[in-house]
């Protein structure tokens, strides 16, 4: 399994549509991509600013549909002028899965 996590800091004010955003690319995934097995979106308790995604994807071929997707790049045409600095990412092999 291939996972992303990515960690996003809206400017003030902007966390709503930032949120918002976040999930119009999570109905997407739900309806279009199979093979992205998991998206999960947090947003900070204590920041609101902040959010997190976790991804699971079955394969590199899954993780590289969904980041070239229609959905991601109208994510970042919202997301690019409202966005406190750089998204973080961390692409990985999942090692252990609770199920």
């Known amino acids: 399994m291939i996972t992303?996590?990515?960690i996003l800091r809206a400017r003030?004010?902007?966390e709503a549509t930032l949120r918002q955003a976040l999930l119009d690319v999570a109905a997407h995934v739900a309806r279009n991509e199979p093979d992205t097995v998991?998206?999960?979106i947090a947003q900070g308790r204590d920041d609101p600013t902040v959010f997190t995604t976790y991804e699971r994807f079955t394969d590199e071929a899954a993780m590289d549909r969904h980041?070239?997707?229609d959905a991601v790049?109208?994510?970042f045409k919202v997301a690019a002028p409202i966005l406190d600095g750089?998204?973080?990412?961390?692409t990985c092999r999942e090692a252990s899965a609770k199920r």
Do not use: E, P, Q, R
Request: zero cysteines; charged letters at 10%.
């Open 4 to 6: 992303i996590t990515a």
């Open 12 to 14: 003030i004010g902007a």
């Open 38 to 40: 998991d998206f999960f």
């Open 67 to 69: 980041n070239g997707s």
């Open 73 to 75: 790049a109208a994510f």
């Open 86 to 90: 750089d998204v973080v990412l961390h």
